[in-house]
């Protein structure tokens, strides 16, 4: 099984900046693709960003532009910077990644969120 910490959230102002970092450990074959998703107050979760192990990204189009994503597959590590901030991203993060267990079958696995808070 694969366990995801993150990282990184907090209070922020309108405008400001924030990185989250979720780093994930445990046993598996491979790891694809890891992403961030977010879950707002009486909202659906849904997809904020996903980088694949080749690089390939894709951003939710509320973000493209002012978020980046970044992967260290040699820590399998995934970074959310996050840049030029407003209050409606204000949610719950939650790290998520796409892995190839120990039996060879595909599985994924959430971390427990991290809350950001962007006021205006």
């Known amino acids: 099984q694969v366990q995801l910490v993150e990282s990184g959230g907090g209070l922020v102002q309108s405008g400001g900046s924030l990185r989250l970092s979720c780093g994930a450990s445990?046993?598996?074959?491979?790891?694809?693709?890891m992403g961030w998703y977010r879950q707002a107050p009486g909202k659906e979760r849904e997809l904020v960003a996903t980088?694949?192990?080749?690089?390939?990204?894709k951003y939710a189009d509320s973000v493209r532009g002012r978020f980046t994503i970044v992967r260290d597959n040699a820590k399998n590590t995934v970074y959310l910077q996050m840049n030029s901030l407003k209050p409606e991203d204000t949610a719950v993060y939650y790290c998520?990644?796409?892995?190839?267990?120990?039996?060879?079958?595909?599985?994924?696995?959430w971390g427990r969120g991290t809350q950001v808070t962007v006021s205006s």
């Open positions: 445990g046993s598996f074959l491979s790891m694809n693709v």
């Open positions: 998520n990644a796409e892995f190839i267990g120990l039996d060879w079958s595909s599985r994924s696995s």
């Open positions: 980088v694949t192990s080749a690089g390939s990204t």
